[in-house]
């Protein structure tokens, strides 16, 4: 099928903490909308059957509780009542933006996914409900190509949107196409949590995932489209990720993911948006990838004089490293309960510094979860202080096979290349209660080559 995802730079609000009224509120975001227009129409000639708009798009961010509410929708989150909003707008107060993204899909025949500010009010037998007597969500909405509104998906894990509520139980959403089957939905921050995303996949088998996210980049291990890539992988399924473009706020990086393909885009030099429209096979199959290359161990050799260890922030997690020296060697580097092992062979040797590093613990920085990693990671210089650094070049070719005894089944595999590009592993998969990832070879110099695992039960 042929989807499209938009990465928008939006226009925002000079003063998002002032009180405004609806009437400004909605001029500011039909500007937004205004190009939401133009871009469905360029997709759709291009032949997309679906496309994709990023979290905040629509109205921007930095908000207050009180000062959003102009911008918010109204929008019942009941599946049992069926509503066109651009056939009949009539039915509820509120519901302009919806209107005219429900008028988008119809017009254009199109499946369209947004991402938009809502308020539902609440009654104070609710213990749930806020003081101020309503609920403000973070909402992704689909419509379907008539128009239908078919999909509500209420954003659970926010990070730092203190205009917005958690919704008092995880939604679970899905809708059905014609092309495609099922598409699941959810948010931005989500994707790093067990709720709702990973169990949303797992119970309902999912294959195709759209993700609106407004996401700043991280460097070495989390930059967006290295990380929506490795989650396509990981759960070999098909993603479509609309990121907003803020270059000056780190915020760029959006795509359309198979397990085997991807189709990017990355720019912190230029402003404006990017429309991404590609074909891509609807995922009946596993590509689960084969492992007949059985790794050597690390030797134990004697007198053998090992490599210093030693540790250096990254992420703002505490790594333990071990430096990675010379053409080719074997090296091993553990923590707590993870042991890291690489093979390595340089095509070309290079002035460069390489460290191999191991976490396992609780990243607690900008949102608490557990983490298992091990990481082969380009260093900012040449000294041991400087790995961990955000590095965006390389030179250095690297044939390399990684692998950890992870504790959980859930390792996200990371692969990125000199100007944030993305390279597919040769081999990955499980042995014998290792992760394992080999490449022969990249295609570009090598920026980080990790497994990222996520310990949700230790959150």
Known sequence: YVAAVYEHESILSPNPTALVDRRSALELMGRNLDIYEQQVVAAARQGAQIIVFPEDGIHGFNFTRSSIYPYLDFVLHSQSVKWNPCREPYLFNDTEVLQRLSCMALKNKIFLVANLGTKQPCEPTDPHCPADGRYQFNTNVAFSDDGMLVATYRK?????EYAFDTPPEPDYKLFDTPFAGKFGMFTCFDILFFEPAV?????????QVVYPTAWMNQLPLLSAVEFQQAFATAFNINILAANIHHPTLGMTGSGIYTPVKSFIYHNMESYGGKLIVAEIPVITTDYRTNLEKTPGRVSEKGNEQLPPLFYAEMMYDNFTFVPVWGEKGELQVCANT???????????????????????????????????????????????????QEVTDATALIDFQLWGNMSTPYIFPLLLTSGITLDFADY?????NHYFII??????????????GRWYEKD
Not at 441 to 446: I, Q, W
């Open 156 to 160: 659970h894990n926010l990070y730092f």
């Open 338 to 388: 993870l042991c890291c092992y690489l093979n390595y062979r340089r095509a070309v040797v290079t002035d460069e510094l390489y460290a191999l590093g191991v976490f396992d613990g609780l990243h607690t920085v900008h949102g608490t979860y557990y983490v298992q990693a091990c990481a082969l990671v380009k260093c900012g210089g040449l000294s041991f202080s400087t790995c961990g």
């Open 439 to 452: 490449k022969n070879r990249t295609s570009s110099g090598l920026l980080t080559a990790a497994l990222y």
């Open 428 to 432: 990955m998969g499980w042995k014998n």
């Open 199 to 207: 169990k949303l996949i797992r119970q309902y088998k999912l294959k």
